[in-house]
């Protein structure tokens, strides 16, 4: 089955995207290997440590860099990060993420759309992380989006997806890769997500607070794919009120 | 990694089983060949159809069989079954199904602890299909099952994990394999009771009602390796009321 | 309206049942107030105390008693409790109540059919706490109960309405007054098991762990009363993919 | 208990507000005073009826009316609505409603944001329905919203609160009165949301579409009144793992 995930004009096997801000430089490498990914965040700062250590070393170059905009408060400030990363050859992807809130660290969506807006026009792949607002996710398509990241739960938190109804609303009505960022805390949940219809997951905390990462890596790769492949194959219906044989074999001894 | 799930001490690498009541027997071999599944069930009828096809013709030699006892009403009954179907060479495997509601399909405990004393002492290797009650499970311990079946929902009906807080008392109490079986409707669903420490999976309405069948089981599969992953690896912690930032290199701009 | 809810050919206006124990004596007669509560469970020792201080001083002799057979772990024990209940004039009512699980206080469902039986026979109106099982219920319909307590989640754990699902088959089969019984652990809870069918609510640990016992049985009483409203009144329907203007009148300014 | 609702300086007694657009004008009436309802929302349309029937008839004068601006698509014509309703009389309260999308008829939280801050500097006390957006509540504030309004779910869904964890920030960190409008199906869930802490609870599709419309008000009333008396009272703890007794004293017979 030839079932490609394209942004920006790339193809992509995997549909895992790998967070690597809470990785030791050390992990990276296996975290990527044993996931899968095919395209990882790096913060600008990781990539910008002068003479020291430095974490594109440790991606395999046939990855692609998904720069992120972190520590960017204002769409100004985003795109100011976006184009230092584009000059030290971390490539044209850009994940925008504008955050104010520092308790929630929610972003604010409507700095998202300028920035957006800005750096589409000069020729970034731009994958805005959103709060998932229907409306918020209209103004991104305009804006030159490539892909929207709404977020399934605050960042960091493993609370799984608690924007499920209106993810969902987005999958339906976007005609761009959804991509869930943000709170999945179990495989069972980006499975979830997947058979949804999403196109692919982000994920970084869930794997890094867990006691064994490389197994953790493997363990959202397999979910990936059943999600996926679930969401392909088409799930059944539902009964709320019965129960159905599982044969229409069965039937009592004396019947 | 070695880890190998046990029943009545033989080994099995797969922790799917495929309750093969729903499918024609043209798609039994797909199934359990893109499933995974090293046990099958077999309803003794299907075993049983004298000069016409069978369905032990379908399914590879290498396939433990896990003969039903559906259409029971009684122990009495569900024994009988179970000592016909040994007679049949379907070898030393049952799965003890008493059921006398016939919407819900819900298994009657009682009758079902008594014919898992009966069948244990006859040697039989034995599975029951249980409504999850620790107490009734702790007899079925007692009575000489070989692994507990607690349903999820009724048969059938793709519901999920409707007695998932009650299952989770079993996985921490009861010292037997626990076989999720019944109302797993989705992968999700089977990965997140494998991530709360069952040992395995049992499935057929879920896939039987896919659209693409073949597709559905290989999705089960690796839904289920992942959701045991993620169990032997160590969840992540959740967070209730805050966020975190994905890398403690995240900060503002200016700070 | 009259709408009244008869066990054992007793009519009780209220639907909100106490269960006394966690209520030091002093308070006992608030929530009862506050709550509205015409029936309180008293477990037999704190009816027995001696020359000391005897909880039905507190209770107001309109009330009816409800003696449990807590510390019963077989149908014999329990038996013997509710017969010396009798003897101490706590009336006919008797909550049986067979617990041999120390961790998760889990009813077992299979001694208290045997009790409710011998107690049904001797005159007992009698309601049990059991394990929300449609097969079990049923035959405490045969055994003669007066009506069933199936339990929302372990005692006094306040986590609700964990057997939603089973509950709602016992609502909808069993031809017995369905009182909800231990783990409801706050007023939305209560009024969701009555939107749902539930006859009656018993409550204790939500009350007596709220910082305001007293405004905590007031909002208990009212929840009560909304959720039994609102399933006379019959919910609405619920629209799952889409939106439905609040007014015909609605339109867009130059529709 | 003086436990007033505080809006724009004015003192109401109850916590529910009467969406009045799916009643006819016959039973706007018996809601209100089976709701107890001392705010209801007035549709420009409907209070326009030149010589034909208005429904400022049926609401009693004592009642607070809250002309919403629904069928605008814009913030300008979200306040071109808002002046034509003063004018009518209809006073100085107004709900800003801005609505592009309309399949799920989701608020344009920043059109709203206009919106709110020209008509706060016009006098109007305005209480803007919102998506529940943290970063944009923050802005309503700014703007001089006297509340914020948002959806529980898609309006006339009767889905419930499906942005819970999100209502729930909102309720931590904004200084205004929170509103949970549209989506509440039940009263059970108004009493959770209440119970979370939420201020008031605007209804309409919930009780047009019950069977008996007139109890139905009087549930959601009660469930109101439940759900603010919990929060007051202080929820109890929730124990995941275990169960507690009852009572101290419960203890086995032999003990």
Same sequence: chains 1, 2, 3, 4.
Avoid: H, W
């Avoid at 990060?81 to 992807?93: D, K, Q, S, V, Y």
């Avoid at 750096?119 to 398509?141: C, H, Q, T, W």
């Avoid at 949804?196 to 905390?205: H, K, L, R, S």
């Avoid at 397999?222 to 392909?232: F, M, N, S, T, W």
């Amino acid at each position: 089955m030839n079932d490609q995930l394209i942004i920006g004009g790339q193809e992509f096997q995997s549909r895992f995207i790998l967070g690597s801000g809470k990785f030791s430089l050390e992990l990276v490498k296996a975290v990527v290997e044993n996931g899968g990914a095919e395209m990882v965040t790096v913060a600008l700062r990781r990539a910008n440590l002068g003479g020291e250590e430095n974490i594109l070393d440790y991606i395999p170059k046939t990855i692609t860099l998904l720069p992120n905009t972190s520590g960017a408060r204002t769409a100004e400030e985003a795109v100011r990060i976006a184009r230092l990363a584009r000059e030290m050859e971390c490539g044209n992807f850009v994940k925008v993420e504008v955050i104010r809130d520092s308790k929630y660290l929610l972003p604010d969506n409507y700095e998202t759309i300028k920035a957006t807006e800005i750096l589409a026009k000069e020729g970034f792949i731009v994958l805005p992380y959103m709060y998932p607002d229907l409306n918020v996710a209209r103004s991104l398509v305009d804006a030159g989006a490539s892909a929207v990241m709404p977020l399934a739960a605050p960042i960091g938190s493993n609370k799984g997806l608690c924007t499920q109804d209106f993810i969902q609303i987005l999958v339906d009505e976007i005609d761009l890769p959804i991509i869930v960022d943000a709170g999945i805390g179990r495989p069972s949940q980006a499975c979830q997500a997947m058979e949804m219809g999403v196109d692919a997951i982000m994920c970084n905390t869930a794997i890094a607070t867990a006691n064994n990462v490389a197994l953790m890596s493997k363990a959202f790769k397999q979910a990936i794919e059943a999600g996926r492949a679930a969401y392909l194959a088409g799930l059944g219906r539902v009964l709320n009120n019965q129960a159905e044989a599982s044969s229409p074999l069965i039937g009592f001894l004396e019947d």
